[in-house]
C-alpha cells in the first residue's frame, strides 16, 4: 500500500491497505485495523473520493474505546476526522484521549496538546491553536506537527 501510495497510484494503496484492515479482524487487532482504515481514508481522500474516506474513519472511531488504542494514535485519528470535517468527531477523540493521557508521559502530553490544536484551529482561534501546538514538541509524527503549527 505504501508503496503504491508513493507511486501516486493512491485507488490502488487504498485497496492495499482496506485488505490489510480487513485482515486484522478475525485476529481482533484494534490497533492495527484502525491504522489500516485510517491509511484507506487518507489514501481514498488523497483523490477525491471523500465519502468512501469518511465511511473508512467511521470505522475507525468505532474502534477508538478499544484498550489498546494509545493516545498517539487517538491523535492521529483526530487528524483524520479534522481533514473530513468531523469536527464533532474530533472533539469525542479529544475526550477520550484526555482520559487516557498518562499525564507522566509528554509523548501522551504532546499527542493532547496537538489534538486540542488542530480542533482549535478548526474552531477558528489560531492563536489557542499556536500556544497548544507548541506544547506537542514531542509529538512522534513531526509533520502533522509542523503543518499544524504553519
Known sequence: GYLALWRGRA???????R???EASVPIQSSLGE?????LVSTALRSIGRDREANDETTKAMALM???TIEPQMLAIL????IKLARIADTRAVLALLRARVNRES?????GDAYTAGLLALAEHRPDSA?????????LRFEIQ??????
Not at 106 to 110: E, K, R
Request: proline share 0%; glycine share 2%.
Open 11 to 17: 485507488a490502488e494503496a487504498a485497496d492495499y491497505f
Open 19 to 21: 485488505r490489510a484492515a
Open 34 to 38: 484502525m491504522r489500516n482504515r485510517l
Open 65 to 67: 474505546q478499544s484498550q
Open 78 to 81: 483526530a487528524t483524520e476526522c
Open 106 to 110: 509528554a509523548i501522551d502530553l504532546s
Open 130 to 138: 499556536l500556544r497548544y501546538v507548541r506544547g506537542a514538541a514531542r
Open 145 to 150: 506537527r509542523l503543518t499544524l503549527e504553519a
